[in-house]
């Protein structure tokens, strides 16, 4: 199952650099297994903001909830999540691809 | 340069099936010729709802508004432009895929 | 999987009774269809309002959507659909029921 | 009477994960109590959020709110209530289940 | 048990006087047998505006629901239910009316 | 003159529970007076938040505000006031009453 | 009293340009009666836009809100009702003017 | 030129009482200094709240903006500007003042 | 002066395509009359959209209202005005033009 | 590529004056080198407020975003982006300046 995320971070104003720099770098290792594991698909960053849209797999809901919920971030996310199915018109993507 | 966008179709209440149908057809032709242009990359619908998320290449703005104001549907569509870059975790990524 | 969905019905303004009642009888032969498969669980009506809150199991988000958009009242409906997990406390209310 | 509740939980972000960590014992110890008497029917923990739906019980709109102003994070806690009635399709559900 | 209702009119603007004439007489005549039943308690106009707040009882959901979907202008109501519990101070309210 | 206010209490977060107590006990002493003088009619809260209807009586507009900007909790408060007329039923509900 | 009001007038869009000046007309007419009365003190219109803002005289809630309900324009009207009371500085800008 | 301004003022909640004070007797003196000079012509309180409407008369942009930059409450104020013209009507205003 | 104008335009949908282009036709023969008289400097397209940013000058707000209020399109037309004062660093952007 | 933001700045309460001084100057020797290197090429400030319209050209999508995030407020910043394309009338403008 495909899921479009749209994700905004907001990092306290209080955190010194290094706490945020900290952050930063587990969320960073972390995500880099989701991706390895297939978990985390794309991911794109929205130019001149702090939020970004990810295409995300996952087998169950419950998955894709112990996933986010894990995110060393997640205290400091507000996530929407967008549950996808394939346009008529994606095979011709992939195809075309 | 790669946009995400979100896209709502409201069909007016008064058209005839055939004429949705006719706007239709013609909306997935187009959109036909787009992905073997390698224009639209992936198209994905929002489950339970008449919009999409959808990955778009384009050179520059000018073709990218060209583009979506040739869409047989434009009249009807409420787009939501997300100009986007790679996020640092791209690489990755496209490795693993 | 479960999802909850939030439902308002906009009925146009120009439908003859009629024509009202004819799309309220299929729709509702529809989802007691939809009940005995098993797909459509539950469903309450918010008190005052055109509003419903239902609640869902699918296997996949494909048969999610191809259920919804099958719905008569489909062109007439917005739709949020909220992907569910059971809360950790689920297991107590389900021994309590 | 029944009623659906969407409740947002922000939990502020100065507490310490001990205090977090008390302040949801406390409130699951409490939760499973309201499941107990049958007040609580239901929870469903809304994916990728700190939000959930839930389906209460109360014979008194009294009862509802103390039962709600009981809850050891209510100080932290946006909720709001839907009142529900059966929708005209509910005993199929029932019998169905 | 009581409930706070903002109510929103929108007749449509294609009805004739006579149509909007006719659909305020039988409201008014309903609203006065449900005045008499004691279910409606109060109701007050908004100044400049076509909304009322009124202030309702009844017994349980399913009647104040029926009540309001019986109302002859509900096709073209916005109904908010805000259910209300006595304030700590109602009291002195009373008894100092 | 009669006005409807929806009122919404947020308690800074920082606040002691002494704090917040001896600051709900000005309050209802307060509002308490303003009960005895005719000021404040009625009160309702609104079940399962902090917030609450409340129906005043003022000789003019600017007795409502001296009212209002003296309450002990005016800083946390956010205040929406409808100004009232008597609908033309009501004379049908206090005869009924 | 006095009351800042915010009008948005919305002509419906198969108003033939004779009906609109006609409503035009008949609204200017009334609204100088107004003036001339002493109800309506000042009205701007804001740049660009089909919005108003106008300040209000009225010794009761009742003669303002017969007083709206009254203008020819009043169904197609959006209107915001704004009660005011004299700026501690208002008697500075009286002398100063 | 005139511009009618909506202003909300939100003094932080860790200031002290006497911090308020001062910070509202060296707004008040600086008002009133507008007032004199013919910059700030009417302000009137929105009744419950802790916002107002004023009239201001400006012979530039740039006035205008250094003015209002000018205001000691200025970082704690959210300002609408509402740029306006005279109503068509504005004249028979004046003549009946 | 200058104004940043935001301009959302919402064709009928029952415009034949004749009425539609005979609407922009004159829009754009207006536009360019604007343009050649100084009052509109600059007119940019948002991708994908119906809108566009604009920038005015104007002389007074008087003239500003009479030439937007003059525009064929005017009735179809949802316009935002922002006045606008140089930045401090607009010399450095007009200097490095 | 041209792109019109709207920038609203939230500087921190608890800053001190010197730290908002430091940042201000350190943002707008910044800025200065955008407009040297041709990427700011205009910046308006929207009167009465702290947000600001700002025309920015950038060659890619990346150089734009990493223009953006090397700004010294970009941790305060809420940037829109919005991609333009020159409008229908952009020649004649040129030719009219």
Chains 1, 2, 3, 4, 5, 6, 7, 8, 9, 10 share one sequence.
């Not at 970004?52 to 205290?75: D, I, K, R």
Request: glycine fraction near 4%; hydrophobic fraction near 45%; aromatic fraction near 8%.
């Amino acid at each position: 199952m495909l899921f479009m995320l749209h994700i905004d971070l907001t990092v306290p104003h209080h955190f010194t650099p290094e706490q945020t720099n900290d952050l930063r770098q587990r969320e960073n290792a972390h995500a880099l297994e989701l991706i390895q594991q297939g978990t985390l698909l794309r991911i794109w960053r929205v130019v001149g903001t702090h939020s970004n849209y990810s295409l995300w797999s996952a087998s169950t809901l419950e998955v894709l909830h112990a996933t986010l919920a894990g995110l060393p971030m997640f205290p400091y996310l507000k996530i929407q999540v967008n549950p996808l199915i394939d346009h008529p018109l994606a095979t011709a993507c992939t195809s075309a691809a």
